[in-house]
């Protein structure tokens, strides 16, 4: 946590996701507002996982989205989005 | 349910309308098989007719289950192209159980064109066929909960009274069309005497997956999914109030010879036809926008938080003051 919508005060290291159920994250991206992508650096070689990190590269003020798609372990296709800010 | 529709994209309407058609054709392959050896009032002609229809049926659902792969690819790598022949992305979706299910669906698809072959064994291979197919709709989705063995052979059930009635549209409209009243009458009158049986079954089977899905409630109609049945539900007492005509009024007619009886009963199946494609419509929308109050109990009730709200943004953070 900060839930979506937090506004943060310096970049955060790590983003991390957690599901109830074993997800395998097919792609997650970090994009500006105005649309431009943040390289992620994933290990998890897209293993079905219940815990998910991603370092991000570095990051300045300003609004981020986490856009992300996968494939649940009972076959249910899912997405999810998340927003947050960071602030001088 | 219409909020989620609303606000669905170009590549989630095409996934329900290939979904949609996926269902038609499938069952259109399987139910006229059914029809073909159920229905002992066919003629001759109108047996060469299903043995056609089941043959391109087949074919084209076989087409359709395979496209919903490289669609599911494309989806889970953001809605590109790229996607939907990446390699490795289609790997993943056909170890799925979407994949599991397109091939057992072939596999059923394929021996359903056994109604080609001469003998009574192929027709039997074909019947297998038919029922293969039917199965494979239990392979995925809501129906992987649990009981499993259970909500499977519900679901099998109901495909099987489905592709009955959805087989037997183009037969009966042939006809009524081209055979002589008495001939069509009797084909009609003996469809609608075994649909009894079968209606009858597959709203059983259909409600009692409603209820192991945790749907038949007053607190879950009021969901997305619960709205979604509910529509389903009125398309289905249309048909059935359209069967009732059939039976009642329009097949006696048509037994009689009474004037334009034919083209009142061919229209009415037309109507009715309408109706069940609606509510494939309606059920691939359903399976592709929502999911039963028991899945979402079974996600509320762990103490592990959902994808929803877990959302983790960690290192040095601090809150601004």
């Not at chain 2, 669905?8 to 269902?23: P, S």
């Not at chain 2, 889970?76 to 990446?86: N, P, R």
């Not at chain 2, 034919?262 to 592709?288: P, Y």
Request: charged fraction near 15%; aromatic fraction near 6%.
């Amino acid at each position: 946590m900060p839930a979506d919508g937090a506004v943060l005060d310096a970049a955060p290291s790590v983003i991390a996701m957690t599901f109830d159920q074993p997800m395998r994250l097919t792609l997650i991206r970090l994009v500006t507002s105005d649309g431009a992508e943040v390289e992620l650096t994933r290990t998890d070689g897209m293993a079905p996982l219940t815990e998910f990190e991603a370092a991000p590269a570095e990051m300045g003020p300003g609004a981020y989205t986490i856009e992300w798609r996968g494939l649940a372990s009972d076959g249910h296709p899912m997405d999810g989005s998340f927003s947050f800010r960071i602030v001088e | 349910m219409i909020s989620a529709l609303a606000s669905a994209d170009a590549q989630i309407w095409l996934a329900i309308l290939v979904k949609t058609v996926a269902y038609l054709a499938t069952l259109v392959a399987a139910g006229s098989v059914v029809i073909y050896l159920t229905l002992g009032a066919l003629t001759e002609q109108g047996r060469s007719s299903l043995r056609r229809i089941a043959a391109v049926a087949a074919l084209a659902a076989a087409g359709l289950s395979l496209l919903r792969i490289p669609l599911r690819a494309s989806f889970l790598m953001g809605g590109t192209v790229e996607g939907a022949v990446d390699p490795m992305m289609l790997r993943i979706v056909a170890e799925s159980p979407l994949g599991a299910s397109v091939i057992v669906r072939l596999g059923g698809l394929a021996l359903i064109l056994a109604v080609f072959l001469p003998g009574r064994g192929a027709r039997w291979v074909a019947l297998a066929g038919a029922l293969v197919t039917c199965a494979s709709f239990a392979l995925r989705g809501h129906t992987l909960g649990e009981p499993r063995l259970l909500l499977g052979a519900l679901v099998t059930v109901h495909a099987i009274g489905l592709a009955f009635w959805i087989g037997a549209f183009a037969p009966l409209t042939r006809a009524v069309r081209c055979d002589p009243p008495a001939v069509a009458g009797a084909l009609v009158h003996e469809f609608g005497a075994k649909a009894l049986w079968v209606v009858a079954t597959l709203v059983a089977a259909g409600a009692l997956t409603l209820v192991l899905l945790g749907a038949a409630t007053p607190a879950a109609l009021a969901t997305p999914y619960g709205q979604a049945f509910l529509i389903k539900l009125g398309l289905f007492a249309g048909v059935l109030a359209l069967a009732g005509l059939n039976k009642t009024r329009l097949t006696p007619a048509l037994q009689a010879a009474a004037p334009d009886a034919a083209r009142r009963l061919r229209r009415s199946i037309g109507m009715e036809s309408v109706l069940v494609l609606a509510v494939l419509a309606t059920t691939a929308a359903l399976t592709t926008l929502t999911s039963p109050p028991s899945e979402q109990a079974r996600s509320a009730s762990q103490t592990t938080p959902t994808h929803d709200s877990a959302i983790h943004v960690s290192g040095d953070l601090s809150w601004p003051s």
